[in-house]
């Protein structure tokens, strides 16, 4: 089993940048492939971007491609989202997700475990 807690959010302006980071408890954060998600209230939650375990493989949802950057430290148990050129529609509850089997999935069904989310919100 792994706890997962974001960190990183914020107020900021359209166009400003932000790191999200997501600390992973246990001994092996590596064995896990993982993901981010954010939802708005009264919307589902939506797919944002995946890494693998290792970290050499991503992908990104077209929203957010070219903008945002994930990525992951294995040794400090961290995954983290940058995020640049902030939009106010990227303003949501951001969550960082591990799934035990699915590398790199777009599906929140394929994921295990969830943090307690942590609030971006980009004003205009």
């Known amino acids: 089993q792994v706890q997962l807690v974001e960190s990183g959010g914020g107020l900021v302006q359209a166009g400003d940048s932000l790191r999200l980071s997501c600390a992973a408890s246990?001994?092996?954060?590596?064995?896990?492939?993982m993901g981010w998600f954010r939802q708005v209230p009264g919307k589902e939650r939506e797919f944002v971007a995946a890494i693998s375990g290792s970290g050499t493989a991503t992908k990104y949802a077209d929203s957010v491609k070219g903008r945002f950057t994930i990525s992951r430290d294995n040794a400090q148990n961290t995954l983290y989202l940058q995020m640049n050129s902030l939009k106010p529609e990227d303003t949501a509850v951001y969550y960082c997700?591990?799934?035990?089997?699915?590398?790199?999935?777009?599906?929140?069904?394929?994921?295990?475990?969830w943090g307690q989310g942590t609030q971006v919100t980009v004003a205009s």
């Open positions: 997700a591990a799934s035990l089997l699915f590398v790199n999935s777009d599906l929140q069904t394929r994921y295990n475990y």
């Open positions: 246990g001994r092996t954060f590596r064995s896990y492939h």
